[in-house]
Nanobody, 125 residues
Framework: QVQLVESGGGLVQAGGSLRLSCAAS????????LGWFRQAPGKEREFVAA????????YYANSVKGRFTISRDNAKNTAFLQMNSLNPEDTAVYYC??????????????????WGQGTQVTVSS
């Protein structure tokens, strides 16, 4: 069982940056994929980014590519989402999630069985 706790959300002006953290406990993430998702009010949850812990390979949604960076700290068993050039459309609750690792070409796709509680990100215009 993996427990995930997000932190780092908050209020930021358009064009600003935030760094989200996802701390894992219960298992080391060396055999997992860690993903970030978000859900805006009235919208479905959407995929943002993922990292395969074993080799650090990453994948991004087109909407955040070039602005967001996912990374990991093996020693701390923690993942990060650096978000730059934020705009109001990035406003959402951000969740981290984990699933067992795979080397399939679609290694980043759902389902993810383990989820954090979410952290709110609000970008003002």
């Amino acid at each position: 069982q993996v427990q995930l706790v997000e932190s780092g959300g908050g209020l930021v002006q358009a064009g600003g940056s935030l760094r989200l953290s996802c701390a894992a406990s219960g298992r080391t993430l060396s055999r997992y994929v860690l993903g970030w998702f978000r859900q805006a009010p009235g919208k479905e949850r959407e995929f943002v980014a993922a990292i395969r812990w074993s080799d650090g390979i990453t994948y991004y949604a087109n909407s955040v590519k070039g602005r967001f960076t996912i990374s990991r700290d093996n020693a701390k068993n923690t993942a990060f989402l650096q978000m730059n050039s934020l705009n109001p459309e990035d406003t959402a609750v951000y969740y981290c999630a984990a699933k067992g690792s795979t080397y399939a070409s679609n290694w980043y796709v759902s389902p993810y069985p383990y989820w954090g509680q979410g952290t709110q990100v609000t970008v003002s215009s």
